[in-house]
């Protein structure tokens, strides 16, 4: 299910502004990898890429390969559709589909791959549901608008909007950052268990966030406003956090700056 | 914004910071800028409903001797002699028409609006937004008679060879029966009311269309969501509510519109056999009330145009509340 995703050297642009310079990674398969940074450090930006979701901002494009397993990204012949169906995003607000129910929410993404039978969509939204614990909250009103729950539940369900159509990586882009702490505590508990199938990606301000749920931290930088952001350094998470390779990193960590 | 049936798909939405929208009210300090202008707001909402209210109360009051006198079916007869001592007058070829016409007008400005809003806001590259945006709008600002001057000189000999060809292939059909009659025929009436009306819902359209948030749109291209998947999942459920309002608005118009129709229509001689096909001709309610306007000249005549402007004011009026009903029975959905 999970696949790795190897980046070399990419940079991303929009229109002739340059982002984010020369980043070269490896994701994991089936773990945490958290991206911390200031602000404007082109973390989201460069997350954006990993499902090509940067192309629906215009001038968004970027130079360099992504590898998904054996599979490039950015070849001429990959369809950005395919590439977002392979790998899923969450986002900063949660966005249910304020028109949809509950329901029809997690069940979209299966429509849109043509899924019809009422059977199989039943079964895999009440999985999805359970895997973004939070079919027992729900489990009766799953007609209702999905826009009536409260945040923390709203963005479980996009979670399992996310997961419905079988991911192999789950992108989130500062998933708690609108919720208060007890959301929080849920997402992060569904992380932890979403890893042991999905290889996750998460962008968060929050540097204790990334110590909780993170196996791999990746830590972002720019040399100033105007500059693009870059990758300082990537390596396990309890490693950043105790004994980081570079001075940038321990200033930030320690809250020197940031 | 606002919108025929009052609603629009932004009145639900919640503020920037979350919070619903403020209830009427709830926010007024007694002060006096708040009570000038709270009580400016409330005085020109009173006016307008007492404004409806007396076009109401008017045109009740001087139909009703009319209806009285009358010695026809108001509501199923073909008649239409209002004068003399024994008046005979009903209203269902006018009600027929103008339903027709405008129902017509509907079919082809809704879907054609809708896409030209759809591309304009999705799909045309952004130095084209504006200009084509305001070229539509343009339409709109074409004086009506201009509208009829053209469908009368330019575009009825245009049409003429396409109602031949319907009424030969389609001929079995009732309602593209033919009837000998060409020029003002309900279809014809009907595409040039479309072209009238397309601006108005192609504008709203727009206007919603452009409000859909960027985190729904966002929501489905993340899942996988082709442009037109995105539109049909995102944009177009946001814009539900906006252009139900812009069809009535543009459907009140069509039903109401005067002079391009007096000017097109292929009025019925007195006697004519009824048929079903939309290549007939016939007067609306509004033409037939124009074309005669020299004729008010004794309250009984009068009152009979008055009853039949009264049914036009009742059919618009049930339209809106029909869209207003199809809107609140999604309402929890479009938060």
């Known amino acids: ?258 | 914004m606002s919108s025929v049936t009052g609603v629009s798909a932004t009145d639900e939405l919640p503020g920037p910071d979350g919070r619903p929208p403020l209830s009427a009210d709830a926010a007024s300090t007694g002060r006096v800028g708040d009570r000038i202008f709270g009580g400016a707001a409330t005085l020109s909402g009173v006016v307008v409903i007492v404004l409806v209210s007396l076009i109401a109360v008017f045109l009740i009051v001087q139909a009703i001797p009319a209806l009285a006198d009358n010695s026809a079916n108001f509501f199923t007869s073909r008649e239409w002699a209002p004068g003399g001592e024994e008046p005979r007058f009903g209203i269902l070829e006018f009600l027929w028409t103008t339903v027709t016409a405008s129902t017509l007008a509907m079919l082809i400005s809704v879907p054609v609006g809708v896409g030209v809003a759809l591309f304009i806001t999705q799909y045309a590259p952004a130095w084209m937004r504006r200009p084509a945006a305001a070229l539509v709008d343009l339409l709109a600002a074409v004086p009506s008679i201009v509208y009829g001057l053209w469908g009368l000189i330019t575009f009825s000999p245009f049409f003429k060879p396409v109602q031949g060809f319907m009424e030969d292939r389609l001929g079995w059909f009732p309602l593209f029966s033919p009837t000998g009659i060409s020029g003002g025929t309900i279809f014809f009436i009907g595409i040039v009311l479309a072209i009238m009306v397309l601006p108005i819902v192609t504008a709203l359209s727009r206007e919603v269309f452009d409000q859909t948030p960027l985190a729904h749109k966002e929501g489905a291209l993340a899942l996988g969501a082709t442009k037109w998947e995105m539109i049909r999942t995102a944009v177009l459920p946001f814009g539900r509510p906006g252009v139900i309002s812009a069809s009535m608005l543009a459907l009140g118009r069509a039903l109401g519109e005067t002079i391009a129709v007096t000017f097109l229509v292929s009025a019925l001689a007195d006697g004519s056999p009824w048929t079903w096909s939309l290549f007939n001709g016939g007067e609306t309610f509004a033409s037939k009330i124009a074309n005669n306007a020299a004729e008010f000249s004794n309250p009984s005549k009068t009152g009979a145009y008055i009853a039949a402007g009264l049914v036009l004011f009742v059919l618009t009026f049930i339209v809106n509340s029909i869209a207003r009903v199809v809107i609140e029975r999604r309402k929890a959905f479009t938060e």
């Open chain 1, 1 to 258: 299910m999970a696949k790795r995703i190897d980046v070399n050297d990419l940079n991303v642009y929009y229109g002739s502004f340059k982002a984010v310079e020369g980043v070269s990674m490896t994701v994991e398969p089936r773990s945490v990898t958290a991206f911390i940074g200031p602000s404007g450090c082109g973390k989201s930006t460069f997350l954006r890429t990993l499902n090509r979701m940067h192309e629906v901002i215009p001038g968004g494009r970027v130079e360099g390969k992504v590898m998904l397993d054996d599979q490039d990204l950015y070849a001429p012949s990959m369809d950005p559709v395919t590439v977002r169906r392979t790998i899923g995003m969450v986002f900063q607000r949660p966005n249910p589909f304020p028109t949809m129910s509950i329901y029809d929410n997690v069940a979209a993404g299966l429509r849109l791959n043509g899924v019809k039978n009422k059977k199989t969509l039943d079964g895999i939204v009440e999985s999805s549901l359970k895997g973004a614990n939070l079919w027992t909250e729900v489990k009766d009103r799953l007609n209702k608008p999905g826009a009536g729950l409260s945040g923390g539940q709203q963005q479980r369900l996009c979670i399992a909007r996310a997961i419905a159509v079988q991911p192999q990586v789950l992108l989130m882009d500062e998933p708690c950052s609108a919720l208060d702490p007890i959301s929080t505590l849920a997402i992060e508990d569904l992380i932890n268990e979403l890893k042991s199938e999905f290889t996750i990606v998460i962008v968060t301000h929050n540097m204790q966030q990334a110590a909780r749920v993170s196996d791999r931290t990746a830590f972002f930088n720019l040399k100033a406003t105007g500059e693009p952001g870059r990758l300082i350094e990537i390596d396990d998470t309890t490693r950043i956090f105790n004994n980081p390779s570079e001075q940038a990193t321990e200033d930030y960590i320690s809250g020197r700056f940031g």
